[in-house]
């Protein structure tokens, strides 16, 4: 299958600092990639869907501002949280879809976030 | 918009023992259903995926069935091994003017495989 690359797996911050997400699509172009949350034991939650060019689209609930989400290219989103707090602590997942397979929508490893 | 049930959500089997999971869907006009296994720790991986022209699909120990008049569709896992043991979500579109939105997730079934 297709190859989306998310880095980095796992990253500490302090409380107040940025953290940037990259995701990729290896082997593809990605008009369309999406970022999700997850907590523990429960289901991914969509937060935005990026088209490159554009700005991203929201779902309700979620800070734009608070979650800066940048799609300049065919094949790189990045996500990031801005003056990170404790309760930003989570499980982030980007996921892409190949427009020319019928739409698969592949995902990233997930990068852990642990805010201090 | 486009709701997604699935059960159970837990499952826990014995080695070898086969494994059912069910999802139903409430957007009609959805036509595109993929299957996912996560890990711990790791992001969801797509293992098996059906289109709504055709109502079964099976890749080795795994297949997906679908009804679309009762709006369900089923993972089947047969002669279960332990490193099956993970998450399994399944998904469906929403669909926007005809085309394929985002896509909207179960609340997954976490399967054991006893050894």
């Known amino acids: 299958g297709a190859v989306v690359s998310q880095h980095p797996s796992w990253v500490i911050c302090k409380s107040g600092t940025s953290v940037k997400i990259e995701c990729r699509s290896l082997?593809?172009?990605?008009?369309?990639m999406f970022w999700y949350r997850q907590f523990p034991k429960q289901s991914l939650m969509l937060m935005a869907t990026s088209n490159e060019g554009s700005k991203a689209t929201y779902e309700q609930g979620v800070e734009k501002d608070k979650f800066l989400i940048n799609h300049a290219s065919l094949t790189l989103s990045t996500l990031t949280v801005t003056s990170a707090h404790p309760e930003d602590s989570s499980f982030y997942i980007c996921?892409?879809?190949?427009?020319?397979?019928?739409?698969?929508?592949?995902f990233g490893a997930g990068t852990r976030l642990s805010v201090l | 918009g486009e709701n997604v049930e699935q059960h159970p959500s837990t499952l826990s089997v014995q080695e070898g023992d086969s494994a059912v999971i069910k999802c139903t869907y409430s957007d009609s006009a959805s036509n595109y259903f993929p299957w996912y296994k996560q890990e711990l720790g790791k992001g969801p991986q797509l293992i098996i995926d059906?289109?709504?022209?055709?109502g079964e699909k099976k890749d080795q120990r795994i297949a997906v069935t679908l009804n679309k008049t009762a709006k369900h569709f089923s993972l089947h896992i047969t002669e279960t091994q332990p490193e099956d043991s993970a998450v399994y979500f399944c998904?469906?579109?929403?669909?926007?003017?005809?085309?394929?939105?985002?896509?909207?997730f179960g609340k997954g079934t976490k399967l054991s495989v006893k050894p």
């Open positions: 996921s892409a879809r190949d427009g020319t397979r019928y739409n698969i929508q592949y």
């Open positions: 059906i289109r709504s022209n055709v």
């Open positions: 082997d593809f172009q990605a008009t369309t």
């Open positions: 998904a469906a579109p929403t669909s926007y003017g005809g085309s394929q939105g985002n896509l909207i």
